[in-house]
């Protein structure tokens, strides 16, 4: 399994301003994702974070509001940006060792006020 | 794209039953299904996996069903204890390795 850490754990946050979330895996990794979670509800996909080239992201999620940053196998960046109230929630990043299993960070919590 | 539904959405057992969760997904192209255990303030934690090419695993009192035809899986606890207690999520592997989730089955083991 990958050990994958996430700074910071949570966060409150005004409206208007950013935030950035760090996911850091233990080994190299293949493939990393960023996922939100509101409460009391599923795990929808944010985008695919890829190694050198730019981030894939699922149909509703834009790269002006989530850019995302993947400069190494190891590590990647989420930024929300310019938040409003809806964007609270968790954000969780994976790792998949091309295996098909992912693993999960502890996920950062998000309010925005 | 691929869609993962999940059943049901709350499932309350007496400690030592069994409990059964299902979930169906539309992309026949679909070949990985894991199931993922979510306590409250915690990651999802992987339990159990099964690949498009076999029908059935088993890990101590967790066991896992595909049904490729039919394009559905099932989660089967045996004597649940009340540690068992917790979100548990069906999800499907689908192009670009991406992983769709079910809607999650919320289960409660009383004692």
């Known amino acids: 399994s990958a050990v994958i850490s996430q700074k910071p754990s949570r966060d409150i946050c005004q409206r208007g301003t950013s935030l950035t979330i760090q996911c850091q895996v233990d080994s190299q990794v293949t493939m990393m994702f960023w996922y939100r979670q509101q409460p009391g509800q599923s795990l929808t996909l944010i985008a695919t974070?890829?190694?050198?080239?730019?981030?894939?992201?699922e149909s509703g999620f834009v790269i002006d509001k989530f850019p995302i940053s993947r400069p190494n196998l190891t590590f990647s960046t989420l930024t929300v940006s310019n938040m409003s109230p809806e964007d609270s929630s968790i954000y969780l990043c994976?790792?998949?060792?091309?295996?098909?299993?992912?693993?999960f960070g502890p996920g950062t919590r998000l309010t925005v006020l | 794209g691929e869609n993962v539904e999940q059943h049901p959405s709350t499932l309350s057992v007496q400690e030592g039953d069994s409990a059964v969760i299902k979930c169906t997904y539309s992309d026949s192209a679909s070949n990985y299904f894991p199931w993922y255990k979510q306590e409250l303030g915690k990651r999802p934690q992987l339990i159990i996996d099964?690949?498009?090419?076999?029908g059935e695993k088993k890990d101590q009192r967790i066991a896992v069903t595909l049904n490729k035809t039919a394009k559905h899986f099932s989660l089967h606890i045996t004597e649940t204890q009340p540690e068992d207690s917790a979100v548990y999520f069906c999800a499907a592997k689908t192009d670009g390795n991406k992983l769709v989730f079910g809607a999650g089955t919320i289960l409660r083991v009383k004692s």
């Open positions: 974070a890829n190694q050198g080239s730019e981030a894939t992201y």
């Open positions: 994976s790792a998949d060792r091309d295996t098909d299993t992912q693993y």
């Open positions: 099964i690949r498009s090419n076999v």
